[in-house]
């Protein structure tokens, strides 16, 4: 069974900055790729950005340009630093990571207050 915790979620101001982190644990086989999907109020869960191993990443339109995906492989830890934040990012985040299967965190919150 594989575990992922996030962290880093919060209250910001808009045009402010958060860092979530993912850490995965346990029985994990050849990752292909982690990343991150948000849900908002009322809303359909929607991709944000996901990452290889071997460090290709792959951004929503939405997001491009202002929020940066990274890994430690060795720590099987993956980051979503976000910048420039906008109310319309208020959702709940939540990691995966695709293996022989998909495992998903229990979400951490981002509010952006206007």
């Known amino acids: 069974q594989v575990q992922l915790v996030e962290s880093g979620g919060g209250l910001v101001q808009a045009g402010g900055s958060l860092r979530l982190s993912c850490a995965a644990s346990g029985s994990i086989f050849s990752i292909n790729f982690m990343g991150w999907y948000r849900q908002a109020p009322g809303k359909q869960r929607e991709f944000v950005a996901r990452i290889t191993t071997g460090n290709s990443t792959y951004y929503a339109g939405s997001v491009k340009g202002r929020f940066t995906i990274s890994r430690d492989n060795a720590k099987n830890t993956v980051y979503l630093q976000m910048n420039g934040l906008k109310p319309e990012d208020t959702a709940v985040y939540y990691c995966?990571?695709?293996?022989?299967?998909?495992?998903w965190g229990q979400g951490t919150q981002v509010t952006v207050s206007s």
């Open positions: 995966y990571l695709a293996s022989r299967s998909t495992y």
